[in-house]
């Protein structure tokens, strides 16, 4: 069974970074894309980035250039290191597979003041 746990959230003010990881179980992790997706109030859970088995990265529009992701094999982790934040990155973060599995984690809280 698929086990995620993220962790790193906070509340920040505009402008500031932060970063997350995701401790992933359960799966063959070194052979599976990996993703961060996040999910507003109101609003459908969205991806925001993948990494495949060998690093190659992919990036939302809207994080693109801010948003950078990274994985350790070694480790069984993915992070997201968020710079520049927006009022509008305000979601609840969560790491899976690419697709996603059905089991998702706790997600964590990302809230940016403005």
């Known amino acids: 069974q698929v086990q995620l746990v993220e962790s790193g959230g906070g509340l920040v003010q505009a402008g500031g970074s932060l970063i997350l990881s995701c401790s992933a179980s359960?799966?063959?992790?070194?052979?599976?894309?990996m993703g961060w997706y996040r999910q507003a109030p109101g609003k459908q859970r969205e991806r925001v980035a993948i990494?495949?088995?060998?690093?190659?990265?992919g990036y939302a529009d809207s994080v693109k250039g801010r948003f950078t992701i990274a994985r350790d094999n070694a480790k069984n982790t993915v992070h997201l290191s968020m710079n520049s934040l927006k009022p509008e990155d305000t979601a609840v973060y969560y790491c899976?597979?690419?697709?996603?599995?059905?089991?998702w984690g706790q997600g964590t809280q990302v809230a940016v003041s403005s």
């Open positions: 899976n597979t690419m697709p996603p599995d059905e089991s």
């Open positions: 359960g799966i063959i992790f070194s052979t599976n894309i």
């Open positions: 990494i495949g088995p060998s690093g190659n990265t």
